[in-house]
């Protein structure tokens, strides 16, 4: 397995901690998965619906 440093911009040491729990977690996604996932980072609507309550309920019952 190779290691990989990746620079986090976070201040709060425990905001930072979980940052990269959760980047930690997504790095055995394939990259194809994660040219998806840069995709929808990308996108202002994108990150609208999952920041909004309702909008993210809908689209977790949808997928899942």
Do not use: G, R
């Not at 394939?30 to 993210?56: F, G, P, R, Y």
Request: glycine share 0%; proline share 2%; net charge positive.
């Amino acid at each position: 397995m190779s290691a990989l440093t990746i620079k986090i911009k976070e201040t709060n040491p425990f905001k930072l901690q979980k940052k990269a729990k959760l980047i930690e977690t997504l790095a055995d996604l394939d990259n194809e998965v994660l040219e998806k996932l840069v995709e929808l980072k990308n996108s202002q609507k994108a990150i609208a619906m999952v920041t909004n309550t309702e909008s993210w309920q809908t689209i977790k019952e949808f997928i899942m």
